[in-house]
């Protein structure tokens, strides 16, 4: 069983920064796809961001490209996401995610794609 835990969001006003983490169970960490979703009230859940463990290969949607960094610390199975130059519209529920593959797909990680999920993290970002 693979276990998710999120830590970082919160409440910030629009131009602000946060850094979410998600804590990853070790055995798994080597081999996994992990991934960042979020849902806003009333719609549905997207990808944001995504990456290989296994290499340094990262995905974005368009919406959050040169805004949000996705990264790694293998040492301690840590995957983080920096939000930077947050909008209002980046006000959701964050969820870290992960899909367990001998390799993984060369593009951001879709809802299919995923076998685990954490129990998310809110951030709320007022104008």
């Known amino acids: 069983q693979v276990q998710l835990v999120e830590s970082g969001g919160g409440s910030v006003q629009a131009g602000g920064s946060l850094r979410l983490s998600c804590a990853v169970s070790?055995?798994?960490?080597?081999?996994?796809?992990m991934a960042w979703f979020r849902q806003a009230p009333g719609k549905e859940r997207e990808g944001v961001a995504s990456?290989?463990?296994?290499?340094?290969?990262?995905y974005y949607a368009d919406s959050v490209k040169d805004r949000f960094t996705i990264s790694q610390d293998n040492a301690n199975s840590t995957v983080y996401l920096q939000l930077y130059s947050l909008k209002p519209e980046d006000t959701a529920m964050y969820y870290c995610?992960?899909?367990?593959?001998?390799?993984?797909?060369?593009?951001?990680?879709?809802?299919?794609?995923?076998?685990?999920w954490g129990q998310g993290t809110q951030v709320t970002v007022s104008s």
């Open positions: 995610a992960t899909a367990v593959r001998f390799r993984c797909p060369t593009r951001l990680l879709e809802l299919w794609d995923i076998d685990y």
């Open positions: 070790r055995y798994t960490y080597s081999s996994t796809c």
């Open positions: 990456i290989d463990t296994g290499g340094t290969d990262t």
